[in-house]
């Protein structure tokens, strides 16, 4: 397991990551979002002992990540910007990952080389983007790690690419219990593939909950109120936010299901329906709750 307790990172008077506490659990993927400069990088750098914490600690079954080699066999990152040694080949790589990884597997290496139709010889630096993140998941995955950090790993893949690694790691979770932590913009593509969601914003987790859980405790309800009444009325709810669009109500609630059906037939609605927050939805409530608010971006 790994354990975040009290993390802290500050560059000069910026604080990137304030006082952060998480915890990962083994054998699930661990979905990190948040608003741009929210720490989502500095983070997982802290965790992978790029970066030393000015304050508080990261562990990975009670041991410190930072300048312990032995820990870090444990985990492979995958960084936004992808590093290949000038002039290398995916095979040059490969031998080098093999001399920091005792347990890589340079047999699967080529099997998924050859899959993703990557050439071993040619130079890693003429190719795309694309190619790129691609072989550094297959170096991370070959590298047969515990834990694998992934910084917007599905950027720049096209959507046949992203599936077929949202395979491979659901086949390693399953298999040999890989634990994937996985910070990203793109919140659809987090939603079908993570068990457990960390929410950061300004250098803070917002909340860390299981996803489903997550879903379950917050509703959208579209109604149309009866002659006389209006939103405002609606005072039982614990409301986050509230649109209108002629007499079509669209309100977004905390608490279960069976509580928003309560709440709405007490106040004997003419129409209403409740409908399931997407991850990207939720994500939007949650920080202009927090005052991050998209209007004052557009307007």
């Not at 720490?39 to 992978?48: A, D, I, V």
């Not at 987790?205 to 579209?222: R, Y």
């Amino acid at each position: 397991m790994i354990k975040a307790e009290n993390l802290t990172k500050r560059f000069d008077d910026m604080i990137a990551v304030d006082h952060i506490n998480a915890e990962i659990k083994d054998a699930s993927v661990f979905g990190l979002i948040g608003t741009n400069g929210a720490g989502k990088s500095t983070f997982l750098r802290m965790m992978s002992g790029v970066l030393k914490p000015d304050e508080g600690s990261v562990t990975i079954d009670g041991k410190n990540v930072f300048e312990r080699e032995d820990v870090k066999q444990r985990f492979f990152y995958i960084s936004d910007e992808q590093y290949f040694f000038s002039n290398a080949t995916p095979l040059e790589m490969m031998e080098f990952y093999r001399r920091v990884y005792p347990k890589f597997d340079k047999t699967r290496f080529h099997k998924l080389l050859s899959g993703f139709e990557l050439n071993g010889r040619r130079k890693v630096n003429t190719f795309s983007k694309g190619m790129k993140k691609q072989l550094s998941v297959i170096c991370g995955i070959c590298a047969n790690t515990d834990y694998l950090f992934c910084d917007e790993t599905f950027d720049g893949l096209d959507p046949v690419m992203r599936q077929a690694v949202k395979s491979i790691f659901a086949g390693d979770i399953s298999e040999r219990n890989l634990t994937p932590i996985i910070a990203s913009h793109n919140l659809r593509e987090l939603e079908d593939i993570c068990d457990h969601v960390g929410l950061l914003h300004k250098g803070g987790i917002l909340l860390s909950k299981d996803l489903d859980d997550m879903k379950l405790n917050i509703h959208k309800i579209q109604c149309v109120l009866r002659e006389g009444m209006d939103a405002d009325d609606l005072v039982a709810f614990d409301r986050l936010k509230t649109e209108r669009r002629g007499k079509l109500i669209t309100i977004t609630v905390r608490g279960s299901r069976e509580e928003a059906e309560s709440v709405m037939e007490s106040y004997s609605p003419v129409f209403y329906e409740i409908i399931p927050l997407s991850l990207e939805e939720i994500f939007i409530s949650e920080t202009e709750v927090a005052g991050y608010d998209i209007k004052k971006l557009i307007l």
